[in-house]
């Protein structure tokens, strides 16, 4: 029974990779070597809606979108029995992001690539810490219950916006 779930496993993440498209984000007027962001085909939509989401709230991503040079799905991220790093940031040798990953185990279900994409998103654009442990909010360090974020998605993502450190700042309310 282990062996065909695992192997039930092994075949949907190498046929979900295999269909995984790579696709590019077009940045306007970049003044760097790369006119293009690499960015994997599934995140895309992701990233395409926290955007409109960002224009809504009237947070400038442009500056940081254009210092990122890819953001990808994985399969170096650690996962352990007891859990893994779904998400992270990567910093070059000066410490500034050039990356965002995310791990193939965020493809065994949309909801949570969902919830992961906006976390790290939220870490990146938002400037957000993790606000909690395990608090069923998208910026928790560790969410048992991806789904039950999902649920209520519309009010989750609006807390995330104005409660974000970007947001308060935008409004004067930045807390110290």
Not at 18 to 33: C, D, G, L, M, V
Not at 44 to 51: N, T
Not at 69 to 85: F, Q
Request: hydrophobic letters at 40%; glycine letters at 4%.
């Amino acid at each position: 029974m282990k062996r065909t779930y695992l192997l039930l496993l092994f075949t949907l993440f190498i046929t979900i990779s295999a269909t995984a498209q790579q696709a590019t984000y077009e940045i306007p007027n970049r003044s760097i070597n790369s006119n293009t962001l690499k960015t994997d085909g599934l995140i895309q939509p992701h990233l395409d809606e926290f955007l409109k989401l960002c224009k809504k709230y009237d947070i400038d991503y442009t500056e940081k979108l254009f210092k990122l040079k890819e953001i990808a799905i994985v399969d170096s991220l650690e996962v352990t029995p007891k859990g893994g790093t779904l998400g992270m940031l990567v910093r070059d040798d000066q410490h500034q992001v050039e990356k965002i990953i995310f791990s193939w185990m965020t493809l065994l279900d949309s909801e949570i690539l969902k919830v992961v994409a906006y976390h790290e998103f939220g870490h990146y654009f938002l400037g957000y810490k993790h606000v909690c442990d395990d608090c069923n909010k998208i910026m928790a360090k560790v969410n048992s219950s991806y789904f039950d974020i999902a649920k209520d998605w519309d009010y989750h993502v609006e807390n995330l916006f104005i409660n974000s450190p970007e947001y308060l700042k935008k409004q004067g309310l930045a807390q110290n």
